[in-house]
């Protein structure tokens, strides 16, 4: 069945907003961490922490993307 031709405006509206918004936020965190892991030096515990809060970042946003049914 389809769709109005609204609701597909609608949606692609939102997924955009929150692809883009992801996105910033993906870039500004990574930023953030990278500066963060270069300041521990060769921590490597750390360092892999921070790479699983991106990842773990990554992941809620993906969730949210396929939950809209693309």
Do not use: C, H
């Not at 300041?39 to 990842?55: P, Q």
Request: hydrophobic share 45%; no cysteine.
């Amino acid at each position: 069945m389809m769709d109005k031709p609204e609701v597909v405006i609608l949606r692609l509206i939102i997924v955009s907003a929150l692809a883009t918004v992801s996105t910033y936020l993906l870039v500004i965190y990574t930023v953030y961490s990278g500066q963060y892991i270069m300041v521990e030096g060769l921590d490597l515990e750390k360092g892999m922490k921070n790479l699983k809060n991106i990842n773990d970042k990554v992941n809620f946003w993906w969730d949210i993307y396929e939950s809209i049914g693309y």
